[in-house]
């Protein structure tokens, strides 16, 4: 109950925020509204809806994780919410989000290292929540459950706003890179599922074998594909930056001849 009103709170935020024009009078891109508030359904439909309740299932337990990391991240991050704060907060409240950002304190979060080490983190968060005591006591006690789940979708927020985000970030890796730390998952997960496949004691001691093995499906299936998907997300941010970088180009172009046909019918008047 608790989780849905706060769900509900940051949406109705959100919707407000970005229902206000800006000072120059720009609306809020729709897209982006419509991204954070799917990110935010995807992680209420995971977390509480009816799904949840099978989640001592390994399979729905993986697909709930899946579904947490490396599909609520990326369209909250596309909505870009810290843009929106900032672009909405008054000047005053503007200057102190921007002085928490460039803190010193946030260095150890920024910059390539900080970078690499997300990235490993990511991928190293479902080796740690499957493969160790974590998951029985996730699925025993409530209150490890909610910080697993907290933990997983910080460490996919983390990975994919450097990545996929507009907001402001300390590291913006190159094109390559990008596609190089996405393309990761695809090894990644099918490592994971044939551990789990090969088994011979179900995860966290609970359960059947035989559903411990189902769940290596939704990783090896579930995590390739998803990986592929983000690549493609790769894929079009660069389609549409290259697009607009040509529109600017072009509109800039035409505002110089514009100007410059001006110019020579205002001196041609003169004479």
């Given at each position: 109950m608790?989780?849905?009103l706060?769900?509900?709170?940051?949406?109705?935020?959100?919707?407000g925020?970005?229902?206000?024009?800006?000072?120059?009078g720009?609306r809020?891109p729709?897209?982006r509204?419509?991204?954070f508030l799917a990110g935010i359904?995807?992680f209420?439909?995971a977390?509480?809806?009816?799904?949840?309740?099978y989640?001592?299932?390994?399979?729905v337990?993986?697909?709930?994780?899946?579904?947490?990391?490396m599909v609520?991240p990326?369209?909250?991050?596309?909505?870009?919410?810290?843009?929106?704060?900032?672009?909405?907060?008054?000047?005053?409240?503007?200057?102190?989000?921007?002085?928490?950002?460039?803190?010193?304190?946030?260095?150890?979060?920024?910059?390539r290292?900080?970078?690499?080490?997300l990235g490993l983190e990511?991928?190293?968060?479902?080796?740690?929540?499957?493969?160790t005591?974590?998951?029985?006591?996730?699925?025993?006690?409530?209150?490890v459950?909610?910080?697993?789940?907290?933990?997983m979708?910080?460490?996919?927020?983390?990975?994919w706003t450097?990545?996929?985000?507009?907001?402001?970030?300390?590291?913006?890796?190159?094109?390559?890179?990008?596609?190089i730390?996405v393309?990761?998952?695809i090894?990644?997960?099918?490592?994971l599922?044939?551990?789990?496949?090969s088994?011979?004691k179900?995860l966290?001691?609970?359960?059947?074998?035989?559903?411990?093995?189902?769940?290596?499906?939704?990783?090896?299936?579930?995590?390739v594909?998803?990986?592929?998907?983000?690549l493609?997300?790769?894929?079009?941010?660069?389609?549409g930056?290259?697009?607009g970088?040509?529109?600017?180009?072009n509109a800039?172009?035409?505002?110089?001849?514009?100007?410059?046909?001006?110019?020579?019918?205002?001196?041609?008047?003169?004479?």
């Amino acid at each position: 109950m608790i989780g849905a009103l706060l769900e509900a709170v940051i949406g109705g935020a959100y919707i407000g925020a970005a229902a206000r024009p800006s000072p120059r009078g720009r609306r809020w891109p729709r897209s982006r509204t419509a991204c954070f508030l799917a990110g935010i359904a995807l992680f209420a439909i995971a977390v509480q809806s009816p799904l949840a309740a099978y989640d001592e299932v390994p399979w729905v337990h993986v697909t709930q994780h899946l579904v947490i990391m490396m599909v609520v991240p990326p369209l909250l991050v596309l909505g870009a919410p810290i843009t929106l704060l900032l672009r909405t907060a008054s000047p005053r409240a503007r200057r102190e989000i921007v002085a928490v950002l460039r803190d010193p304190a946030m260095k150890p979060m920024s910059g390539r290292v900080a970078g690499i080490g997300l990235g490993l983190e990511y991928y190293a968060s479902m080796f740690l929540v499957m493969l160790t005591p974590v998951y029985k006591l996730a699925l025993e006690h409530e209150t490890v459950h909610v910080a697993v789940h907290a933990y997983m979708l910080t460490c996919g927020l983390l990975f994919w706003t450097g990545l996929v985000g507009r907001d402001p970030t300390g590291w913006r890796p190159s094109a390559r890179t990008k596609s190089i730390m996405v393309t990761l998952g695809i090894p990644v997960y099918l490592a994971l599922a044939a551990i789990v496949s090969s088994r011979d004691k179900p995860l966290g001691g609970l359960g059947s074998l035989s559903a411990t093995h189902a769940a290596a499906w939704p990783l090896a299936v579930g995590g390739v594909t998803l990986t592929f998907a983000g690549l493609v997300l790769l894929a079009a941010q660069r389609t549409g930056a290259r697009a607009g970088s040509r529109e600017r180009w072009n509109a800039r172009r035409m505002f110089a001849i514009s100007s410059a046909m001006a110019t020579q019918q205002a001196m041609a008047r003169k004479r």
